[in-house]
């Protein structure tokens, strides 16, 4: 099964990052109140990240094996922050208060 | 594929990517690391026993030089003997052995992962001489301590370690690589996933989690290795860091990483019961399952190493009963393990024995970590003793009485001989006593408020009640240390002069017995081994024999040369 | 020390080896290195995260990093990974010598953005702004260096398959066209995520 030959929609894929890349630039000069800013960067970013790893890396095409390979270190990615930010990153703020 | 390649001195035993000699290059690293790790421990123990007397090879262990010591201990002997011994070591001989392969699915990264982790023992023996001193900052560490020179006066040890550290982590995740890629595309025709022997699934299971724990702390070292070299703040408080940031990332591999090298033993000592009771293991999918669970558990445990860091209070309680939970799988595991060896016929030959023992040691460990992880009790316990006598009856078992299992069983795979049983024997009941005669002493004196990490103990007056236990412990801790010697010559001597091996001594039923004693390069004869069964078939009734090999049609040719 | 013996002209039969959903050892082995990677960079990713969320001053410090250059080396990466997706199509289809063009301008685009982040850090260095001046400088100079390393070793890698491809002297290395591609794929997915962080979270953009 070849990943690379399997219909070359290689060029549509780049030009939609690019235009994707350049609205997210554009998206942050827009002063979206509070953090509505920061999740639609991000948005923009991860729509990005999936279309560069569905369309080029070809994770399409894999089996569970390789999406359970990229699932679990997000997952990992998710508990190291979110158990971390009582103490790392609101704790200082508190003890302000 | 034709095989035909005469091999030299330096391709053969120097730059070999053959999966059993990297096995060996590997063993031999843990087994030399042991001897400095071992020195150091004696080391310890002659400072807390005979305080600011000189010590024999060595002369007085001032505090400086204590504080070294303890940290080139734990990093030694977890990184450079606990991983090359239960990680490296099996996986690589065993794992291409066991599921019928003829060597790993990338030998020459297996190759290179041998050399970047010498080099990075390399480094750190050579921290030991930098202007400065080596490491002296605890095996885990811990900023601000050791983020910055002006603490500890040490600057090039601490870089030096950092990137010792950093190698080994990398040459480990490489490995890890190997192992996986090879059981999920090289087994053997017939060779199912269920067919695959529970050693191999164990030693899978250290290599993922070791690669999916390892990111951060990677990240954690080259932002320490910054704050050393560069100045930067990430875990000083005066240039804005944060260190509870060094010790979050950190223990979120360190926790993983007791159980990577736990894992392994438990492989071994699940084969071995099968074996040496000729049973089947006890609820194997069980035990798989298990062994998911805690993996998944292992993760989200980490801050129990940091009860007593005045980290947000909030997070204790979630943590202390995550830490509970974990306990869980382990005991269904070791119920398993009880199970097995119920109603077996037992052998006591020399791996039976070390797995027996591990059994009973591991208990200790494990039971006491719940002390330690009802956070309430850990208030109190926090960095004594008992903290050191916990780990200590968790990590010795895993290592070394792992260790010595696997090294006895499969020794007359690996060379072709037996070794010496009554010196094995001798060696497992005097290491089993002088062990527990260690250690055991260290929980009295933990409960009794004696801290770790202090040289001098007769400093402190409210631990001279401690004195006569100190001292039991340190003359226990020079005898084990001696008795190792039994090992390491039975090691050698037997390698050349010992019983010539039968090809299956123990009548096992996993593939490798199968292949000559030492299998040659490429293990195989020209046809591959079909399987047939699982490896669990012992004492089958209505079989004339109480074992079943899993390729029986395999006619293991000897290979002329 | 063993006994290992060398064996003369005896034909070994050797497995096909694939992995699940027709992967190759050597994709699944990429794979597993880019989980390892996710995780180390999500250890510092992560870090960055947790520190941003209580130094929303930061916002003013990530407005001295200059957003044209940043946008350029996005671009500039994308259109690299674009011609590396190109190449490793044109090896599928046995034509090295087209995919050995494709490699050079993979790696021209790649050097282009090193290039730029060196002019980026000299005008960072000559304005005071050095690892040690904050920990927001630290982490951007620790992330987006880490980042430049993964870069270089890939460019290395293409380099090497180039000087074979040109030549039409692949042989054994077709696949790793392949496999390159998808390492380089990665190091696009964290600059993804990387550029926006560091770059786009400036005034009002704050937790």
Redesign the interface.
């Known amino acids: 099964?070849?990943?690379?030959?399997s219909k070359?929609n290689?060029?549509l894929?780049?030009v939609a990052?690019?235009i994707l890349?350049?609205v997210?630039?554009g998206?942050?000069f827009l002063?979206l109140a509070g953090?509505e800013?920061?999740y639609l960067?991000?948005g923009l970013?991860t729509v990005?990240?999936l279309l560069?790893?569905f369309q080029?890396?070809?994770l399409k095409?894999?089996?569970?094996?390789?999406y359970g390979?990229?699932i679990?270190?997000?997952i990992?990615?998710a508990i190291?922050?979110f158990l971390?930010?009582p103490d790392?990153?609101?704790y200082?703020?508190n003890l302000k208060l | 594929?034709?095989?035909?390649?005469?091999?030299g001195f330096f391709t053969?035993?120097i730059f070999s990517t053959?999966h059993?000699?990297v096995a060996?290059q590997f063993l031999l690293l843990a087994l030399s690391m042991a001897v400095i790790g071992g020195f150091y421990a004696f080391l310890i123990r002659w400072e807390l026993a005979y305080p600011n007397q000189p010590a024999p090879f060595f002369g007085v262990v001032t505090p400086d030089k204590y504080n070294a010591i303890i940290t080139l201990h734990g990093t030694i002997m977890l990184f450079f003997v606990g991983m090359p011994l239960l990680n490296a070591f099996p996986s690589n001989f065993l794992v291409p052995l066991m599921i019928g392969?003829?060597d790993m699915?990338?030998p020459r990264l297996n190759m290179a992962s041998f050399w970047m982790t010498l080099l990075a023992a390399g480094l750190l023996v050579s921290s030991f001489f930098v202007p400065g001193g080596p490491v002296a900052g605890g095996w885990t560490g811990y900023a601000p301590l050791s983020a910055s020179s002006e603490y500890t006066g040490v600057k090039m040890g601490m870089v030096l370690w950092i990137i010792s550290l950093a190698l080994v982590f990398i040459a480990s995740?490489l490995g890890?690589?190997?192992y996986?890629?090879t059981v999920?595309?090289?087994r053997?025709?017939g060779m199912t996933y269920s067919r695959v022997p529970i050693t191999v699934w164990f030693l899978l299971a250290a290599a993922l989690t070791f690669?999916?724990?390892?990111?951060?702390?990677?990240?954690?070292a080259?932002?320490l290795l910054?704050d050393n070299v560069?100045?930067?703040?990430?875990f000083l408080p005066g240039?804005?860091?944060?260190p509870l940031?060094w010790q979050h990332?950190f223990w979120?591999f360190g926790h993983p990483e007791v159980y990577v090298l736990f894992f392994p033993t438990l492989g071994f000592c699940l084969d071995i019961f099968a074996v040496f009771c000729r049973k089947p293991i006890f609820g194997q999918k069980l035990i798989i399952g298990s062994t998911v669970v805690a993996i998944a558990l292992s993760f989200v445990v980490w801050a129990h190493h940091m009860f007593q860091t005045g980290m947000n209070p909030t997070l204790v309680t979630p943590f202390a009963i995550t830490t509970i939970l974990i306990s869980v799988p382990f005991a269904i595991i070791y119920v398993c393990m009880f199970l097995t060896i119920r109603n077996g016929s037992i052998s006591l030959e020399p791996p039976m024995l070390w797995a027996l023992g591990f059994l009973a040691t591991f208990l200790v460990g494990g039971l006491t970590g719940i002390f330690l992880g009802a956070a309430g009790a850990d208030i109190y316990l926090h960095g004594t003793y008992f903290v050191v006598a916990h780990f200590h009856y968790t990590m010795f078992p895993s290592v070394f009485f792992g260790g010595y299992a696997a090294v006895n069983y499969w020794y007359p795979k690996?060379?072709?001989r037996m070794l010496n049983r009554t010196a094995a024997t001798i060696h497992f009941v005097l290491t089993f006593i002088f062990f527990n005669c260690v250690f055991w002493p260290l929980f009295i004196v933990g409960m009794g408020g004696m801290v770790r990490r202090i040289a001098d103990p007769s400093f402190y007056p409210q631990y001279s009640p401690f004195v006569h236990l100190n001292i039991f412990a340190t003359i226990s801790a020079m005898c084990l240390i001696a008795t190792q010697t039994i090992f390491l010559w039975n090691f050698f001597y037997s390698?050349k002069n010992g019983k010539v091996a039968e090809l299956n001594p123990y009548h096992a039923n996993t593939l490798e017995w199968l292949a000559q004693s030492?299998?040659?390069?490429?293990n195989w004869g020209?046809?591959?081994p079909v399987v047939t069964s699982g490896p669990y078939e012992y004492s089958k009734p209505g079989e004339t024999e109480d074992w079943h090999t899993q390729a029986p049609s395999y006619k293991g040719e000897v290979?002329?040369? | 020390?063993?006994?290992?013996?060398?064996?003369?002209?005896?034909?070994?039969?050797?497995?096909d080896?694939?992995?699940?959903?027709?992967?190759?050892?050597g994709?699944?082995?990429v794979?597993?290195?880019?989980?390892?990677?996710?995780?180390?960079?999500?250890?510092?990713?992560?870090?960055y995260?947790?520190?941003r969320?209580?130094h929303p001053e930061w916002s003013e410090e990530s407005a001295h990093l200059n957003?044209v250059l940043g946008?350029i080396n996005?671009?500039l990466l994308?259109?690299s990974?674009?011609f590396m997706?190109?190449a490793?199509?044109a090896?599928?289809?046995g034509n090295q010598k087209k995919s050995a063009k494709l490699m050079l301008l993979t790696i021209a685009l790649g050097l282009a953005f090193l290039v730029v982040k060196g002019f980026e850090y000299a005008a960072e260095f000559s304005h005071g702004e050095?690892?040690?001046t904050?920990?927001f400088w630290?982490?951007y100079f620790?992330l987006t260096g880490?980042h430049g390393t993964h870069i270089l070793g890939g460019l290395i890698a293409i380099g090497i398959l180039w000087a074979h491809a040109k030549n039409d002297n692949l042989g054994e290395l077709k696949g790793r066209v392949?496999l390159t591609?998808?390492y380089w794929?990665?190091v696009?997915?964290v600059w993804?995520?990387l550029?926006?962080l560091l770059?786009?979270?400036?005034?009002?953009?704050a937790?």
């Open positions: 099964m070849n990943i690379t030959t070359s290689h060029e894929v780049y990052l690019v890349a350049l997210t630039v998206a942050s002063h953090n800013n920061v960067i991000f970013a990005q990240c560069v790893a080029y890396m070809g095409l894999e089996g569970v094996m390789v390979l990229v679990v270190p997000l990992l990615f190291l922050v971390c930010i790392i990153s609101h200082p703020l | 594929m034709s095989q035909e390649h005469h091999q053969k035993y053959d059993k000699m060996k392969a003829r699915a990338f995740s890890g690589i190997n996986l890629v999920v595309t090289m053997a025709k690669f999916l724990a390892v990111g951060p702390v990677l990240a954690g080259f932002m910054m560069f100045g930067t703040g990430f240039k804005g860091g944060e940031l990332l979120f690996m060379f072709g390698m030492p299998p040659p390069h490429g020209p046809k591959l290979i002329h040369g | 020390m063993d006994n290992t013996s060398t064996v003369d002209h005896v034909e070994y039969e050797v497995e080896y694939t992995g699940p959903a027709g992967t190759t050892a994709r699944l082995g794979w597993i290195l880019i989980s390892s990677e996710i995780t180390i960079f999500a250890g510092l990713l992560g870090s995260i947790l520190f969320i209580f957003i946008t996005t671009i994308l259109s990974n674009f997706m190109k490793a199509s090896v599928e289809q050095f690892p040690s904050s920990t630290s982490f620790l880490l392949a591609g998808l794929s990665f696009e997915v993804i995520f550029f926006p770059y786009l979270l400036r005034e009002g953009v937790k």
